[in-house]
T-cell receptor, first 115, second 114 residues
Framework: SAVISQKPSRDICQRGTSLTIQCQVDSQVTMMFWYRQQPGQSLTLIATANQGSEATYESGFVIDKFPISRPNLTFSTLTVSNMSPEDSSIYLC????????????FGPGTRLLVL | AQSVTQLGSHVSVSEGALVLLRCNYSSSVPPYLFWYVQYPNQGLQLLLKYTSAATLVKGINGFEAEFKKSETSFHLTKPSAHMSDAAEYFCAVSVAGSARQLTFGSGTQLTVLP
């Protein structure tokens, strides 16, 4: 498996501000992903974080709103920009680990409340 | 494209009773299937996975699931529910290929009654 940490674990932010979420993994990672889980909902993939290049975004998500960096194999950040109350969600980092194929492991999530 | 349907957004069982959470998938190619559990205020924990080996898969905490291709199902079961099993359960599917995305079902909230 993999040990995944996220910072911060939770935050309360004001409308119009931005928050950067960090994800750190202790294993050799083949792929990293960012998901959003809106209140009472399932998980939606935001983007695949690519090392050294621009992230690959899913339909409905754009780089200006959710800029992502992945400077190395085991670290990534997701920024939620110009936040509104609709951005209140849990944001989860997920990884695939070398040697474990399609299996994805998830971080503990960052619980964001936007006022 | 693949998809997952979880029947029953809420399931209640008595402590000690059988747990059955239903998951049906749609995929044009052989799928990989997963069950995750999410306890309150926590991330997702992998319960078990099917990756084209044995069709009956055993996971953690006494859970198991059976892959039935003819029924396109991957239902999760546990013979005897425990209070600590109360959580949200998600079924997910992915397929090998260039996208290799993990698609989640809508989730089932399991309540265990004393």
């Amino acid at each position: 498996s993999a040990v995944i940490s996220q910072k911060p674990s939770r935050d309360i932010c004001q409308r119009g501000t931005s928050l950067t979420i960090q994800c750190q993994v202790d294993s050799q990672v083949t792929m990293m992903f960012w998901y959003r889980q809106q209140p009472g909902q399932s998980l939606t993939l935001i983007a695949t974080a690519n090392q050294g290049s621009e992230a690959t975004y899913e339909s409905g998500f754009v780089i200006d709103k959710f800029p992502i960096s992945r400077p190395n194999l085991t670290f990534s950040t997701l920024t939620v920009s110009n936040m509104s109350p609709e951005d209140s969600s849990i944001y989860l980092c997920s990884v695939r680990v070398r040697g474990q194929g399609e299996t994805q492991y998830f971080g503990p999530g960052t619980r964001l409340l936007v006022l | 494209a693949q998809s997952v349907t979880q029947l029953g957004s809420h399931v209640s069982v008595s402590e000690g009773a059988l747990v059955l959470l239903r998951c049906n998938y749609s995929s044009s190619v052989p799928p990989y299937l997963f069950w995750y559990v999410q306890y309150p205020n926590q991330g997702l924990q992998l319960l078990l996975k099917y990756t084209s080996a044995a069709t009956l898969v055993k996971g953690i905490n006494g859970f198991e699931a059976e892959f039935k291709k003819s029924e396109t199902s991957f239902h999760l079961t546990k013979p005897s529910a425990h209070m600590s099993d109360a959580a949200e359960y998600f079924c997910a599917v992915s397929v090998a290929g260039s996208a290799r995305q993990l698609t989640f079902g809508s989730g089932t909230q399991l309540t265990v009654l004393p």
